[in-house]
Structure formats: C-alpha cells, structure tokens
C-alpha cells in the first residue's frame, strides 16, 4: 500500500505506517538535501505540470511570493496526482481568519495553512477525495464538494490503496495520536 508525503507529518505517516506495511514514496525534485531512501525524483513533465496546477489552487489561496518555493509547491502536484485520497494534518482557516503566522485568509473558501494547504486546494481542485485532521479543532474534517466546506467526521479510514499522508512541519501530539488512529482504523 504506497503514499507520499510532504514535510515533517510524513516521519509518522511514514514509520507509523510501516508497521502496517504500507510503503512510502517519498516526491522530490532535484534537490541535494532529500536523502531518504524512499526518493523519488519527479520528472521534468510533472514538474511544469505542477507549476500550472500550483497557479491554478493560487487563483483559490489568494497567496504571494510563491516562487521562490516553487520547487517545493509543484512537487506537491505528484502526491496528489498519483494518489486517489489525500489524508493531511494541519489547521483549517475560515475566510477573513488569520493562521498561526499571522496570514488572512483571503480567499472566499475554508483553506489549509501553510504549504500544506497547496496539496489540499490541489486534492479539491482536481476531485479527490480530501480529509483534514484540524490540529486546533481536534478533529477530523471532509471536503463536501455539495456544501464547498469542510465537514466534521469521525472514525477517519484510509478507503484507497494509494493515497497521499501530508501535513505540517509544527505536527502537534494530537496530530501525531490522529495519524496513529487512521492506521488502526484502517488496519485493525
């Protein structure tokens, strides 16, 4: 059972995930500093690919000086894209809200925070299915594409055998315990 993962999230999806033999493909692309024994390189196509798709979940983010972590961002576009599922840990903002960095959500929608919320508005750009786990709000959350908003949910399952685990670098011990949970949900 393979996913991708961004971040410092993916250190628990990733070795939490082990134990239930999932296997990890860790997207990169052409960076020195990546060193897991998991990389995998992404091509030049899904590299450009990735920086129109990042272009697009802007229009929606409402987000500046995006360039310079372009590497970054567009690589997010293969988590997604090879995956059906995106599971993600990190904190839902409402429009007008400010994140814990001090940024207003600009947009007309509820957005992830963060780099994180790239692979989430990319996940909901493109009609996958998205989960949040709000490390604020202690809670799992779907996107309803009926409703144009996250809804709460309980006993969260991972439904796909590929699927992307991304999150925040500032994971939280409830973030952690969440990502825990969704393995022995899925594999109990």
């Known amino acids: ?9 993916r250190f628990f999806f990733s070795t939490i995930g082990a134990k239930f033999g999932v296997k990890t493909n860790a997207y ?19 590299y450009e690919e990735g ?3 990042i272009m697009i979940a802007n229009k929606t983010l409402k987000r500046f000086g ?4 372009m590497n970054l961002l567009a690589r997010n576009w293969a988590q997604v894209k090879y995956s059906t599922h995106i599971y993600a840990v990190g904190a839902i903002i409402s429009p007008g809200d400010k994140c814990s960095k001090g940024y207003v959500n600009k947009s007309k929608n509820e957005i992830v925070s963060g780099g994180t919320g790239y692979a989430v508005q990319l ?3 493109n009609n996958k299915a998205v989960y949040v786990f709000d490390q604020n709000k202690d809670n799992w959350f779907r996107w309803s594409y009926t409703l144009l908003s996250f809804i709460k949910v309980e006993d969260v399952k991972i ?8 999150g925040t670098r ?14 022995n949900n899925t594999f109990k």
């Open 51 to 53: 920086v129109k798709m």
């Open 28 to 46: 990169s692309y052409k960076t020195k500093y990546h060193k897991s024994g998991d990389k995998v390189e992404i091509s030049d196509e899904d």
């Open 66 to 69: 995006i360039n310079k972590y």
């Open 1 to 9: 059972m393979p996913f991708w993962w961004c971040r410092r999230s």
């Open 159 to 166: 439904k796909t055998e590929n699927f992307a685990g991304i």
């Open 170 to 183: 500032e994971i939280k011990t409830n973030g952690i315990k969440a990502i825990q949970e969704i393995y």
């Open 123 to 125: 996940g909901i750009d």
